[in-house]
């Protein structure tokens, strides 16, 4: 068995003394592992960082075995965002979700170019908007979708202020006011209909923390704790490093 193909990578394991077992996110083979064999020397340890873009050749004699890879840098992007905090624990938390989260070989084609366009935004001054987006997809590709289009119970597409908890779909400022402590708040920035770009930097920073309460809300319920999967410790770094941002504002 014998194929190659463009990958991210996700995490490394050691295995033994200069071995690791790798996993990378690839375009044609979804979540895959292999061992890469003398992965502790100089010139590798930089290539297998969470985050950065690899080809890799992956050979074994039977399918069902972890098989070996050979992997050659093509985006060094954990090397990119060394210095930028809030970026670097995005990309980790995203490399450690879908680590956790998706079933080994099986194809993403949608969520790995994704992912790669993320990396890109994660450079800009949008990266975490970009990735609360990407979590909202993440939840589509694994069937979790959450429906902000319209809302759920009038079917208008504008003026959409909250989501159902229930549902997943979007509940308009009129329709769910009357019962907003029961909803979740959706971000203008993931609304149709509802402009972000005029909002104080007081409020953006709301927006972001609402983002990633939507999206967790959803990540914890349908997909931890349905599925018995421990919560990613990156993700909640990350989420602690936005509310630190939010407070530190506010002094």
């Not at 979790?144 to 119970?153: E, I, K, P, S, T």
């Not at 309460?213 to 909640?236: C, Y």
């Amino acid at each position: 068995m014998d194929w190659r193909d463009d990958g991210i990578v996700l995490s490394t394991r050691k295995l033994g003394e200069s071995s690791v077992r790798l996993s990378v996110l690839t375009r044609d083979y979804g979540r895959h592992a292999g061992m890469v064999r003398g992965a502790m020397s100089k010139s590798m340890r930089g290539t297998l960082e969470p985050g950065n873009e690899v080809r890799v050749g992956w050979s074994a004699r039977l399918s069902e075995h972890l098989g070996q890879f050979r992997c050659e840098l093509t985006g060094a992007h954990a090397a990119d965002l060394l210095l930028q905090p809030g970026p670097l624990m995005a990309m980790s938390s995203a490399c450690a979700m879908l680590d956790a989260t998706l079933p080994e070989r099986e194809a993403h084609p949608d969520l790995y170019h994704g992912t790669a366009a993320l990396l890109t935004a994660l450079k800009s001054e949008q990266w975490l908007p970009s990735y609360i987006r990407w979590e909202v997809g993440l939840l589509e590709e694994l069937g979790y979708g959450l429906d902000l289009g319209q809302c759920a119970a009038t079917d208008v597409t504008d003026d959409l202020a909250f989501v159902s908890p229930k549902s997943g779909r979007a509940v308009s400022e009129a329709a769910g006011n009357a019962y907003r402590d029961r909803l979740l708040s959706l971000p203008a920035f993931l609304a149709i209909g509802r402009a972000s770009s005029s909002r104080r930097n007081d409020e953006l920073s709301d927006q972001m923390r609402d983002g990633l309460k939507l999206t967790g809300f959803f990540i914890h319920r349908d997909i931890f704790e349905a599925k018995g999967i421990k919560p990613v410790a990156a993700r909640d770094r990350l989420v602690s490093h936005v509310w630190r941002i939010k407070t530190a504002d506010e002094k």
